[in-house]
């Protein structure tokens, strides 16, 4: 997953918004990490779980990991400006976004996890044309994709 995400990372270009779905321990954040490491981010990736939203600042572009897990009314997100996430010129990663819908920018694409035995499956559902462009670069690294354990995918 970590090997996929590298290499989803280094086909990333312009602005999105993703949605991460899928049950715990699916490989959420396990993928976001490979994203950043392809985008070229060496430094520590933390699971945002705790602190509900990580930032990383990329030459033009500013990179948002959420995760919404412990959150349980869309409320409660006011306090973190999720709204000013302007998609138009940022990456924005969202594990568990069910949890918050109503304060998020709308998803160019998502990403859903499964988990099967063994390995796992993602299918890509894209949700604008922008996501559209997206999926497409994606799903062909997504199919190809050799990291240990990965099932079948969509
Ligand atoms: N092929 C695989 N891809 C991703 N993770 C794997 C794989 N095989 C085993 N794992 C393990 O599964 C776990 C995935 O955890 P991860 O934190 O990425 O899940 P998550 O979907 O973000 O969960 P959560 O909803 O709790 O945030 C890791 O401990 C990882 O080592
Ligand atoms: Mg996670």
Request: overall charge negative.
């Amino acid at each position: 997953m970590d090997a996929l995400g590298v290499q989803l990372g280094c086909a990333l270009s312009a602005a999105a918004v993703v949605y991460l779905t899928g049950e715990l321990g699916a490989g959420k954040t396990t993928l976001v990490r490979g994203v950043l490491r392809g985008l070229g981010f060496t430094g520590r990736v933390r699971s945002p779980t705790y602190t509900l939203m990580e930032g990383y600042e990329f030459p033009g572009r500013v990179f948002h990991h959420l995760d919404l897990y412990r959150i349980h009314d869309a409320g409660e997100l006011e306090f973190l400006g999720v709204r000013e996430l302007d998609a138009a010129d940022r990456w924005v990663f969202v594990e568990w976004p069910e949890r918050g819908v109503s304060e998020l920018p709308p998803p160019d694409l998502e990403l859903k996890f499964e988990l099967r035995d063994p390995g796992r499956r993602i299918g890509l559902s894209a949700r604008s044309e922008q996501g559209r462009k997206l999926a497409e670069t994606w799903r062909t690294l997504v199919k190809t994709a050799t990291a240990p354990g990965l099932a079948g995918l969509d």
